[in-house]
């Protein structure tokens, strides 16, 4: 025997099926490099006695500021930040925490999960200095993300 057909639920009024969204551009900007992690944690730093870090987190900071102009991202602030207050214990943690909060929104801006924790790029300082090279994991998947832009090429922002 033969199944009757199965009927279609009948739509209520004024009520819009829910279908993925297509990532819509919002606004532009510039691609940022991709750097290898782990010359950013020992490598360079090392070969340059520590005078890189200093050179990383400023590029960092001055290519999110170029990423997304939308935002108000200080370039020199966290560097000077590092290299006059950087014998206090606060005074990095909250650079590196904020820090944080950039590439995560940087994440956010580029239409990907935002993966990257604030806490985590402070607490992890205290494990041999891995807070570099999780901060260069999380900014890869930003650059990642346009693959194939060179860097300082014009990039859609989503959010």
Not at 10 to 31: D, F
Not at 67 to 90: A, C, K, S
């Amino acid at each position: 025997m033969s199944e009757p057909p199965v009927q279609p639920r009948p739509v209520p009024q004024g009520h819009v099926p829910m279908v993925a969204p297509h990532p819509v551009p919002v606004a532009s900007g510039l691609a940022m490099k991709r750097r290898n992690p782990f010359a950013v944690w020992i490598g360079l730093p090392l070969i340059t006695l520590g005078i890189y870090f200093y050179v990383w987190y400023y590029k960092i900071h001055k290519e999110m500021a170029e990423f997304d102009q939308r935002r108000q991202i200080p370039v020199v602030g966290p560097m000077l930040v590092m290299l006059l207050l950087g014998w206090t214990v606060i005074g990095p943690l909250i650079s590196f925490h904020n820090a944080g909060a950039r590439i995560r929104n940087a994440q956010a801006s580029a239409g990907l999960p935002a993966t990257c924790s604030p806490t985590l790029c402070w607490v992890l300082a205290f494990v041999f200095g891995t807070n570099l090279l999780y901060m260069q994991f999380e900014l890869n998947k930003v650059v990642d993300r346009y693959a194939g832009a060179p860097p300082h090429a014009t990039v859609p922002l989503f959010v």
